[in-house]
């Protein structure tokens, strides 16, 4: 009941979080409706509210606005909600100084810009590192850069912040006790590649603001395929943050993992992964269908369902097996046990 889960305009699209009015986890025995592909995934009863696009068989097309519909009334081919808007957030950032450093310029507090920090962010968390102290270096920070692209981007970042690094042949460099000791006070220190997150602040932000941190750590960790995205990590806490900050900066997405891969060198080696690879996939883009005969069946089920009843748009935003729906906030039965929320800080 203390949390804040997503709900969404229906009109706008702009989601927002607010607090539950009563949550409900009750034992159904029943069919369910269950969709299950590449891009949709959940299990419903047939009186869950769905929020859909009819099809208007007088002009052959969806109507433009949505209703609420029950899954057991669905017609042959409906259109879904498959992307929102987060407005909000603030415009500057600012990196606090440190008192009685010994660099005057490190004393002052750093303000910049939200999408110059969350650019520097984006591909610290895909290529960053905060090298251990030293008494030569004591607040080191690294961030790899191979390609031509990605040394470009690199420079313009760090120029933003004010930074001079030294540029190596496949990485940059640069002592800076300010930004250090902020990464530090975010929990960044000392965290590896499979335990790394997102810091809570980002995704207060404005879907226009967590766009420029996707792009940051698409540099470093992107693929761009057939108009689509992918992030890879071998984190699923931030494969997880991905997902929903991707979802909340306007686009359509899906997570899935695989196996540590095994890669042949070309002298023959075998080089074993340890860790599973995540991938958040995504495509911009407002629109989504369900056809009815080819994608929606049906089948009994005897167990707990779950729900819970927002007040203003009564939609829910839920996520299944990497998946995303905005459906209805039903008062009785559930669409997933995983509703897309922020517990208070």
């Known amino acids: 009941m203390e949390n804040e889960l997503a709900t969404v305009d229906p009109e706008s699209r702009e989601v927002t979080f607010e607090r539950p009015l009563r949550v409900v986890a009750k034992r159904y025995t029943g069919d369910l409706c269950r969709v299950s592909n590449t ?28 209703s609420f519909v029950n899954m057991a009334d669905i017609g042959w081919y409906s259109g879904l909600m498959a992307s929102v808007h987060q407005a909000g957030g603030t415009e500057s950032y600012t990196i606090p100084g440190i008192p009685g450093y010994k660099r005057a310029s ?17 591909i610290y968390l895909a290529e960053g590192t905060m090298i251990k102290p030293t008494g030569k270096s004591p607040n080191k920070i690294q961030i790899a850069a191979f390609k031509d692209r990605e040394k470009t981007f690199v420079r313009a970042v760090l120029s933003e912040l004010g930074v001079r690094a030294c540029e190596l042949r496949d990485r940059f460099t640069f002592e800076n006790g300010r930004i250090y000791r902020h990464l530090e006070g975010l929990g960044l220190k000392g965290v590896h590649a499979a ?9 207060e932000q404005s879907s226009e603001s967590i766009e420029e941190l996707l792009r940051g750590h698409r540099e470093g960790d992107g693929s761009l395929q057939n108009d ?10 931030l494969a997880d943050d991905l997902q929903e900050l991707a979802f909340l900066a306007g686009y359509k ?7 540590p891969r095994v890669a042949v060198m070309r002298d023959g080696r075998e080089v074993r992964g340890k860790r599973p690879e995540y991938s958040v996939r995504a ?3 407002s629109q989504s269908s369900i056809e009815r005969n080819k994608e929606v069946s049906s089948g009994a089920y005897d167990g707990m369902v779950y729900s819970a009843e927002v007040s203003t748009f009564h939609t829910l935003v839920t996520r299944r097996n990497g998946r995303i729906l905005i459906s209805g906030s039903c008062t009785h039965n559930a669409p997933a046990r995983s509703t897309m929320g922020r517990t208070p800080q």
Request: with cysteine; charged share 30%; hydrophobic share 35%.
């Open 106 to 122: 490190q004393r002052e507090d750093l303000t910049v810009s939200m999408p110059a920090c969350l650019r520097f962010l984006g």
């Open 253 to 259: 997405t899906g997570r899935s993992v695989r196996a």
């Open 283 to 285: 495509l911009k883009g």
């Open 228 to 237: 689509a995205w992918t992030h890879h990590t071998t984190s699923p806490q």
């Open 195 to 203: 335990d790394k997150f997102v810091p809570r602040f980002v995704f």
């Open 39 to 66: 891009s949709k995934d959940f299990a419903v009863t047939p009186d869950h509210h769905m929020l859909v696009r009819k099809w208007n068989e007088r002009y052959r097309r969806l109507d433009d606005r949505y």
